[in-house]
């Protein structure tokens, strides 16, 4: 009678499974912002500091530019103009009358404090911009865990206030 023995059957199992082709990658969908830009989703939270242009009227004149930092949960939301963001996730760091005057994000240790009492706090250097999109930028902290920054694209990502906002810098 003819039997296997038990390291030839461990052999052919093993044999089996890593013979086995690879799963065939899973497609992802190709998402593009208002601009057509490509947009990237991320995972887990994140920080974004943007800039909102003011609000637009009949007379042509605009009232209201804002820079604020926007949390997100999921981070992919701070990048989807059709996701509403909540009082408690935004913190205006600045409000300006004067068109195109915004927060200058770069160049000193700069905070804003949350109606929820956190405060995020970033250093960016005052070169950033020069930098190419999405480089590493410094790092920022919510007194619970550290952020890494990044420049971002300046795509319209966050919608504030029926306000389209640029994402200026990210953190993750």
Request: proline share 4%; aromatic share 12%; hydrophobic share 35%.
């Amino acid at each position: 009678m003819f039997g296997l023995k038990p390291f030839a059957v461990v052999s052919l199992l093993f044999g089996a499974v890593f013979a086995a082709p690879a799963p065939a990658p899973v497609a992802t969908a190709s998402l593009t912002d208002s601009n057509g830009k490509r947009v990237i989703l991320k995972r887990g939270e994140g920080i974004h500091l943007v800039n909102c242009e003011g609000l637009h009227y009949g007379t042509g004149t605009a009232s209201g530019q804002i820079s604020a930092v926007v949390y997100c949960a999921n981070d992919s939301d701070c990048n989807n103009l059709a996701v509403g963001h909540l009082e408690k996730d935004v913190c205006v760091k600045k409000f300006s009358n004067d068109p195109g005057v915004f927060n200058i994000w770069e160049g000193s240790t700069q905070s804003c404090t949350f109606s929820t009492g956190v405060t995020f706090t970033w250093y960016i250097p005052s070169n950033a911009q020069t930098l190419p999109d999405y480089s590493y930028v410094g790092t920022a902290s919510n007194g619970y865990r550290t952020f890494a920054g990044y420049k971002d694209d300046k795509h319209l990502g966050v919608n504030y206030m029926s306000r389209q906002c640029q994402n200026i810098y990210y953190c993750l």
